[in-house]
Nanobody, 117 residues
Framework: VQLQASGGGLVQPGGSLRLSCAASGSIFVDNVMAWYRQVPGKQRELVAS???????NYADSVKGRFTISRDNAKNTVSLQMNSLNSEDTAVYYCSLRHLWNSDIHYWGKGTQVTVSS
């Protein structure tokens, strides 16, 4: 499984960005697609996740500002990020893992999101 993310960049506080990720290869049906983020010196943290049925989960820090979505036919996942602030600055990683076996977990290369004036 390969994951290709895109859409990072520099945005001013209060602005918006949309991240996209495409999965390819031998993708299992029962999966969770997610976005994580990491800043230097801190652990990678879950931002949002979504399963095939559309059920979503968000970190408290992004609830109401970020929206995760997926296209099951295209094996893509997106993260719409609104009302960005400096604390959202991080490297964002796309992830795909097996719904029932978390040991089966694939990562894309990170994409930098910088929120700064």
């Amino acid at each position: 499984v390969q994951l290709q993310a895109s859409g990072g960049g520099l945005v001013q506080p209060g602005g918006s960005l949309r991240l996209s990720c495409a999965a390819s290869g031998s993708i299992f049906v029962d999966n969770v697609m997610a976005w994580y983020r990491q800043v230097p010196g801190k652990q990678r943290e879950l931002v949002a996740s979504i399963i095939g049925s559309g059920i979503t989960n968000y970190a408290d820090s992004v609830k109401g500002r970020f929206t995760i979505s997926r296209d099951n036919a295209k094996n893509t996942v997106s993260l719409q990020m609104n009302s960005l602030n400096s604390e959202d600055t991080a490297v964002y990683y796309c992830s795909l893992r097996h719904l029932w076996n978390s040991d089966i977990h694939y990562w894309g290369k990170g994409t930098q999101v910088t929120v700064s004036s």
